[in-house]
């Protein structure tokens, strides 16, 4: 049986993905603006993922069988700068969400909640890769000195697929 705490914090932490998902959606909306339809895509497949993250969730505690309580997501950031600055907020967002997880995973070991341990140790490992994604484009973006290097690395981030490696049991979930 879930420990009520541990329930708790993953029924918010649907909320959390969620806003996430609508952070880099708005983030989507701004590359769109500059004219990166590359860029705009790598935040729409990011959006995606989001969405699954956040319902992996709902099925988890739904199994579980705790009632899920919805709550507001509150509206994103509109305007970035630059890229780069999009980039940065992102990583920002995500150590945020990393740092969620550790102590949600901090209360499951606490109340021996082996069940959601093993649930929780997927969103551990994924934040180390969602962190590192995040990286890759500050990098990416801080090496580009001018508009042709830009519009290089947007055609490169235009090949991004969706393609979520989430558990088997998130499958039902996922976007069409
Ligand atoms: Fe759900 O991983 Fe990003 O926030």
């Not at 998902?21 to 959006?47: C, I, K, R, T």
């Not at 199994?63 to 997501?73: A, D, M």
């Not at 920002?92 to 140790?121: C, G, P, Q």
């Not at 290097?149 to 055609?155: E, N, V, Y």
Request: hydrophobic share 45%; aromatic share 10%; proline share 3%.
């Amino acid at each position: 049986m879930i420990n009520k705490d541990v329930a708790a914090m993953l029924n918010d932490q649907i909320t959390n993905e969620f806003h996430a998902g609508y952070l880099y959606l708005s983030m989507a909306a701004q590359a769109e603006d500059m004219n990166l339809p590359g860029l705009a895509n790598w935040f729409y497949v990011q959006h995606q993922e989001e969405h699954t993250h956040a319902m992996n969730i709902f099925k988890y505690l739904t199994e579980q069988g705790v009632k899920i309580s919805l709550k507001e997501i509150k509206a994103p950031k509109v305007t970035w700068e630059s890229p780069v600055e999009m980039a940065k907020d992102g990583l920002k967002h995500e150590e945020l969400v990393t740092a969620t997880f550790h102590k949600i995973m901090d209360a499951a070991h606490a109340a021996r909640d082996y069940a959601s341990i093993a649930f929780m140790n997927w969103y551990i490992n994924e934040q180390v890769e969602e962190e590192a994604a995040a990286k890759d484009l500050i990098r990416k973006f801080e090496m580009a000195e001018n508009r042709s290097a830009l519009l290089f690395i947007d055609a490169e981030l235009a090949q991004r697929v969706f393609a979520p490696a989430l558990p088997v049991k998130a499958t039902p979930v996922q976007l069409a």
